[in-house]
Structure formats: structure tokens, C-alpha cells
């Protein structure tokens, strides 16, 4: 699953990618960013928004770095990604409330992330957002050095 997340917006839309697809950088350029990302994030957010991605293998691939540097207004280097998502705090929230019983199939799996994305509270988004910017303060006064054991 791809979900993008721009509840600030009022918007907030979830992308399933079927069991068994192998997510590539050819996969993820042509069936993700092209057809739903890109256009949904431009149509939220206008002409201006950052693009940065954690250096998962499909994100890195060559093609993706060269559409994403001419596709977005404003482009974070793959140097400067983090190596993975920093959004734990919302799926922590979403794991412990799609979990709670025995998911019976992938259906049913869609539909209890579609209601706990739906039911998700403001709140825990603005808490993630501001551990992020936590995050990204921290990491500036350690000038880009290793900062994990001062949070």
C-alpha cells in the first residue's frame, strides 16, 4: 500500500498495490507516480510542493530520480533522503487498530485500513508532523551528524 497524506488539506487518499506485485522502480514510475501520485499531489497542492522519499530500492532507480528532478517543483536529493519512513507513529496507530482481531483475507485487510485512515484523528497526524519537525531541528543543531541518542 501507497497512501498519500495531506490531511492538513483536508485530502487524504489511499492507493492499494495488489499481492504479489513486485514494487520496482519501473513499477513504481509508471503505475505509481505517473498515474496517481504526481497528478493527485499537484491537483491538492498546486504547482508547489517538496518531493523527498526514503531510499527504498524502487524509489532510487534512475528513472525515478530523473522524472522526480523534472516532474516536481522541488526535489530532495537522493543523498539527503533518510533510509527509511519516518511516519511510525501513524502506522503504529493504524497496525495496533487494523490488528486488533484476525484479518480474514486481503479484502478484508482494504477495508480496515480504508476505515482506520477515514477515523484517523487530526491529532495524530499533527503529533507525527511535529515529531518530524523534532526530528529536523535535531538534526540541524547536530550539523547533520548522528542525533538519535538526544531524542
Known amino acids: ?3 498519500v497524506c495531506l490531511s ?3 485530502y487524504t487518499s489511499l492507493i492499494f498495490v495488489n499481492p504479489g506485485v513486485k514494487v520496482n522502480g519501473a513499477y513504481y514510475h509508471n503505475v505509481l507516480l505517473l498515474q496517481p501520485l504526481i497528478p493527485t499531489i499537484r491537483q491538492v497542492s498546486g504547482e ?3 518531493c523527498q522519499q526514503d531510499s527504498a530500492p524502487a524509489h532510487r532507480a534512475r528513472e525515478m530520480i530523473s522524472l522526480l528532478e523534472r516532474e516536481t517543483p522541488a ?3 537522493p543523498d539527503l533522503w533518510p533510509p527509511n519512513s ?3 507513529k501513524i502506522w503504529g ?3 495496533q487498530c487494523v490488528y486488533q482481531t484476525k484479518v480474514q483475507d486481503v479484502n478484508d485487510l482494504k477495508r480496515r485500513l480504508v476505515n482506520v485512515w477515514a477515523d484517523m484523528q487530526q491529532s495524530v497526524i499533527d503529533d507525527a508532523i511535529d515529531q518530524w519537525q523534532k526530528h529536523l531541528h535535531t538534526c540541524v ?3 547533520g551528524g ?3 541518542h538526544v531524542l
Open 1 to 3: 500500500m501507497v497512501s
Open 8 to 10: 492538513k488539506l483536508g
Open 48 to 50: 508547489f510542493f517538496i
Open 75 to 77: 526535489f530532495i536529493l
Open 86 to 88: 519516518r511516519d511510525y
Open 93 to 95: 496507530v493504524m497496525q
Open 141 to 143: 543543531r547536530a550539523r
Open 146 to 148: 548522528h542525533f538519535e
